[in-house]
């Protein structure tokens, strides 16, 4: 179980109440079939501890077929299924022989490399029966970090969503040094969903929420049902790691809540080891609930209007009007561009008065964009040699 630091005074049945959350049995629940209803993109992360037996070192079949009919649950419902994966270095040093005890960087790397393909077929195993396509996603720190990376990432994990693909998401372990690791799936999990602009995170643990203190400890520990905002006397809380197959905790995980509910994302946490962990949680299982800061789109308006912008692209009035009907900005609509930038930098959009209309990441190059400005969208191969996205700035990188 994820352990938990013990809160001085605020610890057990003397919590009483704690700025920013609220704890089970002093309100009516924390709603969560009717929140995780409302969802459209989730993000589900599983930890090693749920998917490897720590007596065998195998794959627990019987727990992943379950996890497999509560995502062909989702999807039956129109939601899109994100799950983020770890196992693959637990299930390759098995294979390979080598020690339960802590590897070197190199015995990691090579035993994920044989983990990984046994993970995503166990996956693929599982899911094919419910009529549901796979596909392995492979990422280090620097995918979320670099912005060009970044919005490759995001326009991958888009495009597979939109045609119904259950992406399988981990850490790129075989490539991956400490300074472009994220070190944790519940940290990775968190970007992913910021990056997806992900409804809800769902973390699977061994505990079913966020405690005041350790409850195998403490039997007057209870349980937050609602943080609606992570204050520092609940950071505080947090401990380290539970078992020795999972490197996350309690502390990761109200990591990976600031993250996600900042990017307009909720979270819970509930708990994995169960048969059928998801529907458990629809009918009414204990976890907590992370609100929320705004919503997913609204939230990335708000980071992109932010940014300062490295140029200027002027567009025609016909482009504007397309603009505030929602949109994407063709190469056609634009007149002039000043300033250098690279894919992926914010700009900004003025309209054909000067007057500056919108914020938004550039989806060419500040040279490619002026080779194909004032071009239509199928000349794009001609004018650069390659096929390139039919947009100079897509409208889910745009904020009027």
């Not at 919590?15 to 924390?30: E, F, H, I, N, P």
């Not at 090579?110 to 393909?117: D, R, S, W, Y």
């Not at 919108?358 to 060419?364: E, N, S, W």
Request: include cysteine; hydrophobic fraction near 40%.
């Amino acid at each position: 179980m994820d352990s938990l630091t013990r809160p001085g005074t605020m610890a057990g049945s003397n919590a009483g109440t704690v700025t920013g959350a609220r704890l089970a049995g002093d309100t009516a629940g924390s709603g969560s079939a009717e929140r995780l209803a409302r969802a459209r993109r989730v993000v589900v992360k599983i930890g090693s501890a749920l998917l490897v037996s720590q007596e065998t070192g195998g794959l627990r079949m019987k727990w992943v077929e379950g996890l497999a009919a509560d995502v062909a649950d989702l999807r039956r419902r129109g939601k899109q299924v994100i799950l983020v994966s770890s196992g693959s270095i637990a299930l390759g040093r098995r294979v390979l022989g080598l020690p339960a005890t802590a590897l070197s960087l190199e015995q990691s790397q090579a035993a994920a490399a044989v983990g990984q393909i046994r993970l995503a077929q166990a996956y693929e195993t599982v899911l094919a029966p419910h009529g549901i396509t796979t596909a392995q996603i492979l990422v280090t720190l620097e995918d979320s970090e670099r912005r060009r990376r970044y919005l490759n990432s995001r326009r991958t994990l888009g495009t597979l969503l939109e045609l119904g693909v259950v992406p399988i998401v981990n850490e790129n372990d075989t490539v991956a040094t400490d300074e472009i690791r994220y070190g944790d799936n519940d940290r990775l999990a968190a970007q992913v969903a910021s990056m997806a602009s992900a409804d809800h995170l769902l973390l699977l643990s061994d505990v079913d929420g966020l405690y005041t203190a350790n409850p195998r400890d403490d039997a007057s520990a209870r349980r937050f049902e609602v943080v609606e905002r992570i204050t520092p006397a609940i950071e505080a809380m947090a401990g380290g790691t539970g078992s020795a197959l999972s490197k996350g905790g309690m502390k990761t995980k109200l990591l990976a809540a600031r993250v996600a509910t900042r990017a307009g994302c909720a979270m819970s946490i509930s708990l994995g080891a169960i048969d059928r962990p998801i529907r458990a949680l629809e009918e009414g299982a204990n976890c907590t609930w992370f609100e929320p800061v705004g919503d997913p789109r609204a939230a990335r308006k708000r980071w992109i209007l932010g940014m300062k912008p490295k140029g200027r692209l002027t567009i025609d009035a016909g482009a504007l009007a397309a603009l505030e009907r929602g949109k994407s900005l063709l190469p056609a609509g634009v007149r002039a561009i000043d300033g250098g930038f690279l894919r992926g930098d914010p700009v900004e959009i003025a309209g054909p008065d000067g007057e500056v209309v919108a914020k938004a990441l550039a989806g060419y190059d500040s040279d490619e964009a002026r080779r194909i400005m004032g071009h239509r969208s199928n000349r794009i191969a001609e004018l650069l040699g390659y096929p390139g996205r039919a947009a100079l700035v897509h409208r889910d990188d745009m904020a009027l």
